[in-house]
């Protein structure tokens, strides 16, 4: 299906295991070679995985995120990773790595663990006075040990953006074109700002209202962005 058709997508980037990998790309030849001159292009960070986790006798299902899944299978190399290294190994930054690890933390499965110039706290991460905290995750494989916290959040990451998230990542972009017209020309009224928009964004599209971008603007103005003296916009280069 074209992409024109699709929901506005995440993205991102994670480290497919090689056996993966082999997959997509055998599938991904023989598509090209019966539907030529298409090829695929593959969003590996996106979807969602059934897990089955063996611990001794007991199995638990999971239903997670790509990255959420690649979090977890690293375990099986070793129980204990340090977050930086354990980021590198699935291909995420750090941050990202604990807001995905999370539902492993919360489901009691993983064990996260801040050490912070001679203190010790459990999924926590504090802030000291300098330097940076040792934070490494470990898995929990006594299945009596996972306990899982209280109306925890465990459902997998949303690959598709809500509307306010989209119109978030919209304004963002226009942003990006009111700050480099008001540069560029230096001051700006409002309707011709709003005819600029519309001639020159393409992607996304510029389909808002007059109001709706006075409305925007004054925002930029009180965020210290902007100034508007009743007339024309101009940057602040007060900042």
């Known amino acids: 299906v074209s992409e024109l058709f699709w ?5 991102g980037k994670v480290n497919t295991p090689e056996n993966v990998q082999w997959m997509l ?13 298409r090829t695929l292009h593959w969003k590996p960070h996106l979807g969602v995985v059934d897990l089955e986790l063996d611990f001794g006798e007991e199995t638990k299902d999971f239903t997670v995120s790509v990255a959420q899944a690649l979090i977890i299978s690293q375990f099986e190399a070793k129980v204990q990773w340090e977050a ?4 590198a190994a699935v291909g995420i930054d750090p941050a990202t790595l604990s807001a995905k690890a999370s539902v492993w933390v919360n489901g009691g499965i993983l064990r996260k663990k801040v050490e912070k110039f001679g203190e010790t706290s459990h999924q926590e991460e504090g802030k000291g ?13 006594d299945v009596e040990d996972q306990v899982a916290k209280p109306h925890a959040h465990t459902k997998p990451d949303i690959s598709v953006m809500s509307q306010e998230q989209q119109m978030e990542m919209n304004f963002k972009v226009y942003e990006s074109y009111v700050m480099g ?8 009224p409002l ?9 020159f964004v393409l ?4 389909d808002k209202t007059i109001a709706e971008l006075e409305t925007f603007l004054a925002k930029l103005v009180n965020d210290g962005k902007l100034t508007f003296d009743g007339l024309v916009y101009r940057k602040n280069k007060r900042r």
Request: aromatic share 8%; hydrophobic share 40%; no cysteine.
């Open 25 to 37: 790309d055998a599938f991904g030849a023989q598509y090209k070679a019966l539907k030529a001159p």
């Open 129 to 141: 006075t300098s330097g940076k905290p040792r934070v490494t995750y470990t898995l929990v494989e």
């Open 191 to 199: 309707q011709k700002i709003h005819n600029m928009l519309k001639m």
């Open 84 to 87: 930086d290294e354990l980021a």
């Open 7 to 11: 929901p506005p997508l995440f993205e």
């Open 181 to 188: 017209m008001v540069t560029n020309l230096e001051s700006l």
């Open 203 to 206: 992607e996304p599209v510029y």
